[in-house]
Protein backbone atom coordinates (compact mmCIF):
# COMPACT_ATOMS: atom_id res chain seq x y z
CA UNK A 1 0.00 0.00 0.00
CA UNK A 2 2.93 2.50 0.53
CA UNK A 3 3.99 1.59 -2.90
CA UNK A 4 0.63 2.71 -4.31
CA UNK A 5 0.62 6.00 -2.01
CA UNK A 6 3.87 6.93 -3.54
CA UNK A 7 2.82 6.46 -6.84
CA UNK A 8 0.13 8.74 -6.36
CA UNK A 9 2.12 10.98 -4.49
CA UNK A 10 4.48 11.41 -7.60
CA UNK A 11 1.34 12.23 -9.65
CA UNK A 12 0.32 14.67 -7.67
CA UNK A 13 3.95 16.00 -8.08
CA UNK A 14 3.44 15.86 -11.77
CA UNK A 15 0.06 17.15 -12.09
CA UNK A 16 1.32 20.30 -9.81
CA UNK A 17 4.15 20.83 -11.97
CA UNK A 18 2.49 20.70 -15.40
CA UNK A 19 -0.87 23.08 -13.98
CA UNK A 20 1.75 25.77 -12.75
CA UNK A 21 3.38 25.89 -15.90
CA UNK A 22 0.14 26.18 -17.99
CA UNK A 23 -1.34 28.68 -15.43
CA UNK A 24 0.98 30.27 -12.99
CA UNK A 25 -2.61 31.57 -11.25
CA UNK A 26 -3.80 28.38 -10.92
CA UNK A 27 -5.11 27.34 -6.97
CA UNK A 28 -3.53 24.34 -6.47
CA UNK A 29 -3.27 24.78 -2.72
CA UNK A 30 -7.42 24.49 -2.57
CA UNK A 31 -7.47 21.90 -5.62
CA UNK A 32 -4.44 19.76 -3.76
CA UNK A 33 -6.61 18.54 -0.74
CA UNK A 34 -9.92 18.01 -2.67
CA UNK A 35 -8.12 15.13 -5.43
CA UNK A 36 -6.56 13.83 -2.39
CA UNK A 37 -10.05 13.47 -0.57
CA UNK A 38 -11.23 11.71 -3.76
CA UNK A 39 -8.09 9.15 -3.83
CA UNK A 40 -8.58 8.27 -0.43
CA UNK A 41 -12.73 8.29 -0.66
CA UNK A 42 -12.10 6.03 -4.11
CA UNK A 43 -9.75 3.57 -2.39
CA UNK A 44 -11.98 2.90 0.72
CA UNK A 45 -14.58 1.89 -1.58
CA UNK A 46 -12.58 -0.55 -2.81
CA UNK A 47 -11.24 0.56 -6.22
CA UNK A 48 -7.47 -0.47 -7.27
CA UNK A 49 -4.59 2.58 -6.40
CA UNK A 50 -4.88 2.99 -9.68
CA UNK A 51 -7.92 3.38 -10.41
CA UNK A 52 -8.70 5.74 -7.93
CA UNK A 53 -5.76 7.62 -9.11
CA UNK A 54 -7.18 8.01 -12.54
CA UNK A 55 -10.86 8.88 -11.00
CA UNK A 56 -9.80 11.60 -8.95
CA UNK A 57 -7.87 13.45 -11.22
CA UNK A 58 -10.62 13.06 -13.90
CA UNK A 59 -12.73 14.66 -11.26
CA UNK A 60 -10.51 17.42 -10.16
CA UNK A 61 -10.50 17.69 -14.69
CA UNK A 62 -14.14 18.28 -14.48
CA UNK A 63 -13.83 21.62 -11.88
CA UNK A 64 -10.11 23.14 -13.90
CA UNK A 65 -9.09 23.24 -17.15
CA UNK A 66 -5.61 23.23 -16.66
CA UNK A 67 -5.90 19.61 -14.83
CA UNK A 68 -8.38 18.35 -17.42
CA UNK A 69 -5.13 18.63 -19.99
CA UNK A 70 -3.08 17.16 -17.18
CA UNK A 71 -5.19 14.18 -17.44
CA UNK A 72 -5.59 13.90 -21.47
CA UNK A 73 -1.69 14.07 -21.63
CA UNK A 74 -0.38 11.59 -18.67
CA UNK A 75 -3.58 9.45 -18.65
CA UNK A 76 -2.24 6.60 -21.00
CA UNK A 77 1.15 6.85 -19.80
CA UNK A 78 0.51 6.43 -16.00
CA UNK A 79 -2.28 4.73 -15.82
CA UNK A 80 -2.50 2.47 -19.21
CA UNK A 81 -4.41 -0.44 -16.79
CA UNK A 82 -7.26 1.75 -15.73
CA UNK A 83 -8.24 3.38 -19.10
CA UNK A 84 -10.85 0.43 -19.46
CA UNK A 85 -12.18 0.93 -16.61
CA UNK A 86 -12.45 4.62 -17.39
CA UNK A 87 -14.33 4.48 -20.37
CA UNK A 88 -17.15 2.42 -18.71
CA UNK A 89 -16.95 4.48 -15.05
CA UNK A 90 -16.44 3.05 -11.53
CA UNK A 91 -17.50 -0.43 -11.17
CA UNK A 92 -17.77 0.37 -7.43
CA UNK A 93 -16.63 -3.22 -5.07
CA UNK A 94 -18.94 -6.28 -4.49
CA UNK A 95 -19.00 -4.78 -0.61
CA UNK A 96 -20.18 -1.31 -1.80
CA UNK A 97 -22.88 -2.85 -4.16
CA UNK A 98 -24.59 -4.97 -1.07
CA UNK A 99 -24.31 -1.94 0.96
CA UNK A 100 -26.30 0.00 -1.12
CA UNK A 101 -28.94 -2.69 -1.79
CA UNK A 102 -29.21 -2.93 1.79
CA UNK A 103 -29.72 0.67 2.32
CA UNK A 104 -32.36 0.10 -0.55
CA UNK A 105 -34.07 -2.45 1.29
CA UNK A 106 -34.70 0.21 4.41
CA UNK A 107 -35.95 2.76 2.38
CA UNK A 108 -38.62 0.66 0.62
CA UNK A 109 -38.94 -1.48 4.21
CA UNK A 110 -39.57 2.12 5.80
CA UNK A 111 -42.02 3.41 3.20
CA UNK A 112 -44.06 0.43 4.17
CA UNK A 113 -43.35 0.86 8.29
CA UNK A 114 -46.71 2.76 9.56
CA UNK A 115 -48.71 -0.27 7.15
CA UNK A 116 -47.15 -3.11 8.49
CA UNK A 117 -47.16 -1.23 12.21
CA UNK A 118 -51.18 -0.65 11.35
CA UNK A 119 -50.57 3.17 12.27
CA UNK A 120 -51.60 4.07 8.83
CA UNK A 121 -52.86 2.45 5.83
CA UNK A 122 -52.58 4.42 1.85
CA UNK A 123 -56.12 4.20 1.34
CA UNK A 124 -57.11 5.44 4.47
CA UNK A 125 -54.40 8.19 5.40
CA UNK A 126 -52.61 9.23 1.73
CA UNK A 127 -51.97 12.38 2.85
CA UNK A 128 -49.54 11.01 5.66
CA UNK A 129 -47.47 8.75 3.11
CA UNK A 130 -47.32 11.55 0.13
CA UNK A 131 -45.99 14.20 2.95
CA UNK A 132 -43.51 11.85 4.35
CA UNK A 133 -42.10 10.47 1.45
CA UNK A 134 -39.17 12.22 1.56
CA UNK A 135 -38.44 12.25 5.25
CA UNK A 136 -39.07 8.10 4.49
CA UNK A 137 -35.98 8.03 2.14
CA UNK A 138 -33.85 10.96 1.73
CA UNK A 139 -32.60 9.41 5.11
CA UNK A 140 -31.07 7.09 3.79
CA UNK A 141 -29.56 8.68 0.74
CA UNK A 142 -27.73 10.76 3.51
CA UNK A 143 -25.79 7.38 4.62
CA UNK A 144 -25.23 6.03 1.26
CA UNK A 145 -23.54 9.14 0.27
CA UNK A 146 -21.64 9.51 3.74
CA UNK A 147 -20.54 6.07 3.43
CA UNK A 148 -19.55 6.93 -0.14
CA UNK A 149 -18.01 10.18 0.79
CA UNK A 150 -17.04 10.56 4.24
CA UNK A 151 -17.88 14.01 4.36
CA UNK A 152 -17.84 13.93 8.22
CA UNK A 153 -20.09 13.47 11.15
CA UNK A 154 -20.86 16.82 11.73
CA UNK A 155 -22.69 16.96 8.24
CA UNK A 156 -24.53 13.98 9.02
CA UNK A 157 -25.70 14.83 12.19
CA UNK A 158 -26.87 17.79 11.23
CA UNK A 159 -28.91 16.88 8.47
CA UNK A 160 -30.31 14.36 10.55
CA UNK A 161 -31.58 16.75 12.84
CA UNK A 162 -32.82 18.86 10.12
CA UNK A 163 -35.17 15.98 8.66
CA UNK A 164 -36.34 15.04 12.48
CA UNK A 165 -37.26 18.67 12.79
CA UNK A 166 -39.04 18.12 9.18
CA UNK A 167 -40.81 14.91 10.48
CA UNK A 168 -42.13 16.89 13.88
CA UNK A 169 -43.61 20.05 11.94
CA UNK A 170 -45.16 18.37 8.83
CA UNK A 171 -47.08 15.63 11.17
CA UNK A 172 -48.06 18.24 13.82
CA UNK A 173 -49.65 20.40 11.48
CA UNK A 174 -53.27 19.78 11.75
CA UNK A 175 -53.57 19.52 7.72
CA UNK A 176 -56.70 19.04 6.20
CA UNK A 177 -56.65 16.21 3.18
CA UNK A 178 -57.17 17.10 0.71
CA UNK A 179 -56.19 20.79 1.42
CA UNK A 180 -54.13 23.17 -0.48
CA UNK A 181 -51.60 23.90 2.15
CA UNK A 182 -50.88 20.17 2.14
CA UNK A 183 -50.40 19.47 -0.78
CA UNK A 184 -47.92 22.47 -1.36
CA UNK A 185 -46.03 21.11 1.51
CA UNK A 186 -45.75 17.65 -0.49
CA UNK A 187 -44.28 19.70 -3.43
CA UNK A 188 -42.37 21.63 -1.20
CA UNK A 189 -40.99 19.66 1.04
CA UNK A 190 -38.38 17.73 -0.91
CA UNK A 191 -37.11 20.82 -2.53
CA UNK A 192 -36.40 22.43 0.87
CA UNK A 193 -34.46 19.27 2.25
CA UNK A 194 -32.97 18.43 -1.33
CA UNK A 195 -30.77 21.29 0.17
CA UNK A 196 -29.17 19.53 2.98
CA UNK A 197 -28.64 16.28 0.92
CA UNK A 198 -26.34 18.63 -1.19
CA UNK A 199 -24.18 20.20 1.71
CA UNK A 200 -23.98 16.47 2.94
CA UNK A 201 -22.68 15.38 -0.69
CA UNK A 202 -20.19 18.43 -1.34
CA UNK A 203 -19.13 18.79 2.66
CA UNK A 204 -16.28 21.33 2.72
CA UNK A 205 -16.92 22.64 -0.94
CA UNK A 206 -20.78 23.47 -0.66
CA UNK A 207 -19.57 27.26 -0.34
CA UNK A 208 -17.66 26.72 -3.82
CA UNK A 209 -19.16 27.01 -6.77
CA UNK A 210 -17.28 23.96 -7.71
CA UNK A 211 -18.95 21.91 -4.86
CA UNK A 212 -22.37 23.81 -5.80
CA UNK A 213 -22.08 22.63 -10.07
CA UNK A 214 -20.71 19.30 -8.45
CA UNK A 215 -24.03 18.17 -6.76
CA UNK A 216 -26.35 20.02 -9.61
CA UNK A 217 -24.34 17.48 -12.03
CA UNK A 218 -25.22 14.57 -9.77
CA UNK A 219 -28.81 15.52 -9.10
CA UNK A 220 -29.07 15.32 -12.96
CA UNK A 221 -27.20 12.28 -13.64
CA UNK A 222 -29.79 10.57 -10.38
CA UNK A 223 -32.72 11.67 -12.46
CA UNK A 224 -31.55 9.83 -15.63
CA UNK A 225 -30.59 6.83 -13.83
CA UNK A 226 -34.03 7.25 -11.79
CA UNK A 227 -36.06 7.21 -15.29
CA UNK A 228 -34.17 4.32 -16.93
CA UNK A 229 -34.68 2.10 -13.36
CA UNK A 230 -38.16 3.61 -13.55
CA UNK A 231 -38.82 2.06 -17.33
CA UNK A 232 -37.47 -1.02 -16.21
CA UNK A 233 -39.75 -1.16 -13.10
CA UNK A 234 -42.63 -0.67 -15.38
CA UNK A 235 -41.75 -3.75 -17.78
CA UNK A 236 -41.25 -5.67 -14.62
CA UNK A 237 -45.05 -4.82 -13.29
CA UNK A 238 -46.49 -5.16 -16.76
CA UNK A 239 -45.18 -8.76 -16.95
CA UNK A 240 -45.66 -9.37 -13.14
CA UNK A 241 -49.66 -8.47 -13.84
CA UNK A 242 -49.42 -10.53 -17.36
CA UNK A 243 -48.05 -13.84 -15.71
CA UNK A 244 -50.04 -13.98 -12.56
CA UNK A 245 -53.34 -13.44 -14.97
CA UNK A 246 -52.91 -15.70 -16.91
CA UNK A 247 -52.96 -18.55 -13.86
CA UNK A 248 -56.14 -16.65 -12.91
CA UNK A 249 -54.50 -14.49 -10.07
CA UNK A 250 -55.07 -11.06 -9.89
CA UNK A 251 -51.89 -9.52 -8.60
CA UNK A 252 -52.95 -5.67 -8.25
CA UNK A 253 -52.43 -5.96 -3.91
CA UNK A 254 -48.63 -7.30 -4.20
CA UNK A 255 -48.32 -4.70 -7.07
CA UNK A 256 -50.24 -1.68 -5.54
CA UNK A 257 -49.05 -1.86 -2.06
CA UNK A 258 -45.77 -3.44 -2.37
CA UNK A 259 -43.96 -3.43 -5.88
CA UNK A 260 -44.47 0.29 -6.44
CA UNK A 261 -43.84 2.03 -3.10
CA UNK A 262 -41.18 -0.75 -1.96
CA UNK A 263 -39.36 -0.23 -5.50
CA UNK A 264 -40.03 3.34 -5.86
CA UNK A 265 -37.98 4.52 -2.54
CA UNK A 266 -35.28 1.11 -2.98
CA UNK A 267 -34.82 2.45 -6.94
CA UNK A 268 -34.01 6.26 -6.01
CA UNK A 269 -31.20 5.08 -3.66
CA UNK A 270 -29.78 2.63 -6.08
CA UNK A 271 -30.20 5.57 -8.62
CA UNK A 272 -27.73 7.56 -6.07
CA UNK A 273 -25.26 5.53 -5.93
CA UNK A 274 -25.29 4.43 -10.10
CA UNK A 275 -24.73 8.81 -10.43
CA UNK A 276 -22.09 8.84 -8.10
CA UNK A 277 -20.19 5.85 -8.37
CA UNK A 278 -20.71 6.04 -12.58
CA UNK A 279 -19.79 9.35 -12.73
CA UNK A 280 -17.47 8.85 -15.82
CA UNK A 281 -19.77 7.26 -18.26
CA UNK A 282 -23.16 9.53 -17.32
CA UNK A 283 -20.63 12.52 -18.05
CA UNK A 284 -21.00 12.13 -21.76
CA UNK A 285 -24.55 12.04 -21.79
CA UNK A 286 -25.33 15.38 -19.92
CA UNK A 287 -23.65 17.20 -23.25
CA UNK A 288 -25.87 15.08 -25.74
CA UNK A 289 -29.14 15.39 -23.60
CA UNK A 290 -28.85 19.77 -23.33
CA UNK A 291 -28.34 19.72 -26.66
CA UNK A 292 -31.20 17.48 -27.71
CA UNK A 293 -34.21 19.21 -25.35
CA UNK A 294 -32.67 22.64 -25.55
CA UNK A 295 -33.61 23.54 -29.06
CA UNK A 296 -36.95 21.34 -28.32
CA UNK A 297 -38.12 23.56 -25.24
CA UNK A 298 -37.43 26.78 -27.12
CA UNK A 299 -39.52 25.72 -29.81
CA UNK A 300 -42.14 24.61 -27.50
CA UNK A 301 -42.29 28.07 -26.03
CA UNK A 302 -41.87 29.99 -29.57
CA UNK A 303 -45.00 27.90 -30.30
CA UNK A 304 -46.64 28.62 -27.29
CA UNK A 305 -46.02 32.04 -27.34
CA UNK A 306 -47.17 32.47 -31.17
CA UNK A 307 -50.23 30.65 -30.38
CA UNK A 308 -51.31 33.32 -27.43
CA UNK A 309 -50.47 36.12 -29.79
CA UNK A 310 -52.90 34.80 -32.74
CA UNK A 311 -55.64 33.49 -30.95
CA UNK A 312 -55.52 35.59 -27.92
CA UNK A 313 -56.14 33.34 -25.37
CA UNK A 314 -55.07 34.30 -21.62
CA UNK A 315 -53.59 31.42 -19.83
CA UNK A 316 -55.63 28.84 -17.44
CA UNK A 317 -54.09 29.29 -13.95
CA UNK A 318 -56.27 26.40 -12.38
CA UNK A 319 -54.07 24.09 -9.41
CA UNK A 320 -53.25 21.40 -12.47
CA UNK A 321 -52.81 23.57 -15.14
CA UNK A 322 -50.52 26.17 -12.69
CA UNK A 323 -48.45 23.25 -11.48
CA UNK A 324 -47.62 21.74 -15.28
CA UNK A 325 -46.47 25.24 -16.56
CA UNK A 326 -44.42 26.07 -13.61
CA UNK A 327 -42.87 22.75 -14.14
CA UNK A 328 -41.96 23.64 -17.78
CA UNK A 329 -40.21 26.92 -16.52
CA UNK A 330 -38.35 25.03 -13.75
CA UNK A 331 -37.50 22.62 -16.79
CA UNK A 332 -35.78 25.77 -18.74
CA UNK A 333 -33.73 26.05 -15.29
CA UNK A 334 -32.62 22.68 -14.71
CA UNK A 335 -31.63 22.28 -18.52
CA UNK A 336 -29.45 25.69 -18.09
CA UNK A 337 -27.65 24.64 -14.90
CA UNK A 338 -27.35 21.15 -16.46
CA UNK A 339 -25.89 22.05 -19.58
CA UNK A 340 -23.41 24.62 -17.88
CA UNK A 341 -22.26 21.48 -15.27
CA UNK A 342 -20.85 20.19 -18.85
CA UNK A 343 -19.37 22.70 -20.03
CA UNK A 344 -15.87 24.32 -19.32
CA UNK A 345 -15.96 27.69 -17.26
CA UNK A 346 -13.62 29.57 -19.61
CA UNK A 347 -15.55 28.12 -22.97
CA UNK A 348 -16.39 30.30 -25.82
CA UNK A 349 -19.94 31.42 -26.97
CA UNK A 350 -21.53 29.24 -29.84
CA UNK A 351 -24.83 28.91 -31.74
CA UNK A 352 -25.71 26.49 -28.74
CA UNK A 353 -25.48 29.55 -26.68
CA UNK A 354 -27.49 31.22 -28.59
CA UNK A 355 -30.58 28.56 -28.70
CA UNK A 356 -29.71 28.53 -24.78
CA UNK A 357 -30.47 32.60 -24.73
CA UNK A 358 -34.26 32.10 -27.15
CA UNK A 359 -34.98 29.86 -24.35
CA UNK A 360 -34.44 31.68 -21.24
CA UNK A 361 -36.30 34.83 -23.07
CA UNK A 362 -38.84 32.92 -23.78
CA UNK A 363 -39.67 31.39 -20.63
CA UNK A 364 -39.03 34.98 -19.61
CA UNK A 365 -41.65 36.33 -21.52
CA UNK A 366 -44.14 33.11 -20.78
CA UNK A 367 -43.51 33.75 -16.95
CA UNK A 368 -44.69 37.50 -17.13
CA UNK A 369 -47.46 36.54 -19.17
CA UNK A 370 -48.33 33.91 -16.24
CA UNK A 371 -47.53 36.67 -13.55
CA UNK A 372 -50.17 38.90 -15.20
CA UNK A 373 -52.70 35.86 -15.04
CA UNK A 374 -52.39 35.08 -11.62
CA UNK A 375 -52.41 39.01 -10.43
CA UNK A 376 -55.80 38.80 -12.65
CA UNK A 377 -56.89 35.96 -10.68
CA UNK A 378 -56.00 37.35 -7.14
CA UNK A 379 -57.72 40.57 -8.05
CA UNK A 380 -61.06 38.69 -8.95
CA UNK A 381 -61.35 36.11 -6.79
CA UNK A 382 -59.01 37.08 -3.72
CA UNK A 383 -55.86 35.18 -1.88
CA UNK A 384 -55.46 31.44 -1.68
CA UNK A 385 -52.35 29.23 -0.36
CA UNK A 386 -52.11 28.10 -4.55
CA UNK A 387 -52.05 31.64 -5.91
CA UNK A 388 -49.59 33.29 -3.61
CA UNK A 389 -47.62 30.29 -3.38
CA UNK A 390 -47.90 30.54 -7.11
CA UNK A 391 -47.07 34.12 -7.49
CA UNK A 392 -43.78 33.50 -5.50
CA UNK A 393 -42.73 31.37 -7.55
CA UNK A 394 -43.13 32.99 -10.74
CA UNK A 395 -41.44 35.92 -9.21
CA UNK A 396 -38.50 34.06 -8.35
CA UNK A 397 -38.45 32.81 -11.85
CA UNK A 398 -38.89 36.02 -13.41
CA UNK A 399 -35.48 37.44 -10.98
CA UNK A 400 -33.53 33.92 -11.88
CA UNK A 401 -34.71 34.30 -15.29
CA UNK A 402 -34.36 38.01 -16.20
CA UNK A 403 -30.70 38.27 -14.52
CA UNK A 404 -29.88 34.28 -16.55
CA UNK A 405 -30.39 36.19 -19.39
CA UNK A 406 -28.66 39.85 -19.04
CA UNK A 407 -25.58 37.42 -17.73
CA UNK A 408 -26.31 35.15 -21.12
CA UNK A 409 -26.06 38.47 -23.24
CA UNK A 410 -23.37 39.58 -21.79
CA UNK A 411 -21.33 35.98 -22.49
CA UNK A 412 -22.24 35.46 -25.70
CA UNK A 413 -21.17 39.37 -26.23
CA UNK A 414 -17.74 37.71 -25.03
CA UNK A 415 -17.98 40.08 -21.89
CA UNK A 416 -17.34 37.52 -19.32
CA UNK A 417 -16.78 34.26 -18.67
CA UNK A 418 -19.49 31.24 -18.22
CA UNK A 419 -18.16 31.05 -14.86
CA UNK A 420 -20.33 34.35 -13.92
CA UNK A 421 -23.43 33.26 -14.92
CA UNK A 422 -22.33 29.43 -13.28
CA UNK A 423 -21.90 31.24 -9.96
CA UNK A 424 -25.67 33.21 -9.87
CA UNK A 425 -27.53 30.22 -10.67
CA UNK A 426 -25.79 28.04 -7.53
CA UNK A 427 -26.00 30.98 -5.80
CA UNK A 428 -29.16 31.26 -6.38
CA UNK A 429 -30.08 27.68 -5.17
CA UNK A 430 -30.19 28.71 -2.16
CA UNK A 431 -33.07 31.33 -2.48
CA UNK A 432 -35.23 28.53 -3.78
CA UNK A 433 -34.58 26.09 -0.85
CA UNK A 434 -35.08 29.13 1.53
CA UNK A 435 -38.59 29.70 -0.38
CA UNK A 436 -39.79 25.96 -0.36
CA UNK A 437 -38.90 25.66 3.31
CA UNK A 438 -41.02 29.15 3.98
CA UNK A 439 -43.87 27.03 1.71
CA UNK A 440 -43.82 24.26 4.28
CA UNK A 441 -42.98 25.72 7.60
CA UNK A 442 -45.45 29.04 7.21
CA UNK A 443 -48.16 28.65 4.83
CA UNK A 444 -50.30 26.21 6.77
CA UNK A 445 -50.67 28.20 9.89
CA UNK A 446 -51.55 31.35 7.72
CA UNK A 447 -54.31 29.85 5.56
CA UNK A 448 -55.54 27.60 8.58
CA UNK A 449 -54.10 24.38 7.57
CA UNK A 450 -56.48 24.53 4.37
Given at each position: ???????????????????????????????????????????????????????????????????????????????????????NGIAGSG????????????????????????????????????????????????????????????YLWSTAG?????????????????????????????????????????????????????????????????????????????????????????????IQHWLVP?????????????????????????????????????????????????????????????????????????????????????????????????????????????????????????????????????????????????????????????????????????????????????????????
Amino acid sequence: MATSREAFDASVMAWRSFVLQQNTSADVQRLEPVLRDHYDELVACGLAADEASLIAFKRIGDIDIASRGFVAACCTQQWPSSSAASKNGIAGSGTDLRRVLALAVAAGATIKLPDLLGLFHFEEAPGFFLKNAPIFVLPWLAVCLYLARHSGRAYLWSTAGVFVAAACVVNAYPFQWPGHTVVLTIIHLPIALWWFIGRLHAADRWHSDEGRMDFIRFSGELCIFYVLIALGGWVTIALTFTLFTAIGINPQFLIQHWLVPCGAAGAFIIAAWLAESRRVAVAAVAPVLTHVFTPLFALLLLAFLVTMLVTGQGIDIERQELIAFDVMLVLVLALLLYSMSARDGQAQPNLFDLLQLVLICSALLADLLALGAIAGRINEFGFSPNRVAALGENILLLVNLAWAARLYVAFYRRRQPLQVLAHWQTRYLLVWSGWAAFVVLVFPPVFGFR
